[in-house]
C-alpha cells in the first residue's frame, strides 16, 4: 500500500526536485491526545517528504507511551530555548526585514484587537507581539535549515504564529482546522485573515469545511479541502471478536463539559432498568471527573460503571476489545479519534448525530441519536442489549471496512503531499 501510494505521489516530489522539506507547527507537541498528529507525519515522511517538528511549549511530564517521548525528543520547542536564544535570531531576522517587519506588527496588533474577546489560542495585543517574538524565530530557523512550507495543526495560536512567520518573508503556510473548540471563536481567531494568506487550509470533516465557509471569502473557497484524519492500519490487522454474555459498553475521552459524560450517566440510569446486566467503561480523566463519581455513586451505578481513569494506546485498545460496542455522548466533536480506532476494532457504535460524526457512523456501523437527549442514548443502548450477537459482528465488520475504506493514514497523507507539492511547484 505504501509503495503504490509512494508511486503515486512521485510525480510530483520530482518535479519538485525531491527536495521537499516542510515544518509542522504546533503549539503543545507531543501530547498523549495528539497521536494522529504523530501518525500523519510519519505517513508523510514516508512518502519521502522530510519534516522539522515546530512546538511553542512542550508536555514532557505528561508523555507515557514511547512513540511520543520518541517525537518529543525529534521536536524543536521554541519557548524552551529560552530567551538568550529565541531573541537574537527574531530580532536579527526582523531588523534584517524591517518593511515586512513592520507590516507583520501591523497584522500582529490587528488580529490581537480580534483576540482580545478570549478564548482558547486568542489572546490581545501583548500576546500577540510574543507570537510575532516567535515568528520570526521560526522564520529564521526556516531559512537556516532550508524549510520550504510549514503546515500548523489547529487553528488557534499556532496557525497565529504561521501567518506571521509568513508575513515577516517567512515560508507559505497552511493550517489543519479541527474543531469543535476553533469553531467557537472565530473571529477572535482571525480566520478571515488566516484563510485569505494561507496557500491552502485543511478541514478533516465536510463539516469543518462548511464552518470554515461561512468565515471566508467565496473566492477562498476553493482553498479550503477535506483531509482526514487516519488511522494506521496495519495496528489492526488482527481484533478480537466480540465478547460474550452481558453486553458490555466502553466511552472514552476527556472527562471535560464537551463530551457528554453526566448526559451518559443519566442514560446509564434509564437502560439498566431494562438491561440490568449492563456494564460501562469509561477510560478518560479530567476536571468533570469527581462530579461524575458523585453522580454514579448518587444513583447506586458502582456496580454498572467502571472508572479506568487516563489510558495509553495498548490500554485503550484493550479497552475497547472487551466491549461489544463504543459509546460517544459528546456535545461537540470534530472527527473523533476513539469512533475511527473503534470502528477499526470492528466493534458498532453509538454517537450523538453531531458535526463531522455522521460523516463517519451511518446506520449500518451503529447508532445515531440526537445529541443531549438521554433517553435517546438509552433506547439506543437498550437496542444494542437486544440485538443478536451476529448482528452486531456485521455491524462492527461494516464499521472496519467504512473506517480502511476512509481513513487510511496513508492515503490522506498523500492528500497531503500533493496540496505541499501544488503550493511549492507555484511558488517556484
Known sequence: MIAV????TCGVLVQFGLSMKIAYLV?????????????????????????HRFAMRDDTTALVDAGDKAENA????VLNQGLTRLLPKALSWMVHQPRKSLQSLRLALRC?????????????RLRHLIYLLEAAYVA??????????IHAHFGTNSATVAMLTHALGGPTYSFTV??????????????????????????????GRSQLFRWSDLADWPKINVVHCGIDIDRFAEVAPLPQGAPKLVAIGRLSEQKGF???????VLAVKHTPELHLAICGDGELRPMIEAEIAAH??????????????AGVRRAIAEAQALILPSFAEGLPMVVMEAMASARPIIATCINGVPELVTASEGWLVPAGDAQALANAITELANTPSERLARMGQSARLRVFDRHDANTEAAKLVELFSATLNTAA
Request: net charge neutral; hydrophobic share 40%.
Open 300 to 313: 447506586n451505578l458502582a456496580g454498572h460503571i467502571t472508572l479506568l481513569g487516563w489510558r495509553d494506546e
Open 27 to 51: 503549539n503543545t507537541y507531543p501530547k498523549p491526545s495528539h497521536t494522529f498528529i504523530r501518525r500523519e507525519i510519519a505517513a508523510i515522511e514516508r512518502l519521502g517528504v522530510q519534516v
Open 262 to 268: 453526566p448526559l451518559l450517566i443519566q442514560a446509564m
Open 5 to 8: 501510494l509512494a508511486a503515486s
Open 140 to 149: 529564521q530557523r526556516c531559512s537556516e535549515a532550508d524549510i520550504h512550507h
Open 74 to 77: 525529534r521536536t524543536e520547542h
Open 178 to 207: 479541527h474543531g469543535p473548540e476553533e469553531f467557537d471563536a472565530p473571529r477572535a481567531l482571525s480566520f478571515p485573515e488566516k484563510i485569505k494568506r494561507a496557500a491552502f487550509v485543511v478541514a478533516i470533516s465536510s463539516f
Open 112 to 124: 490581537g484587537a480580534n483576540g482580545a474577546a478570549g478564548g482558547p489560542g486568542t489572546g490581545g
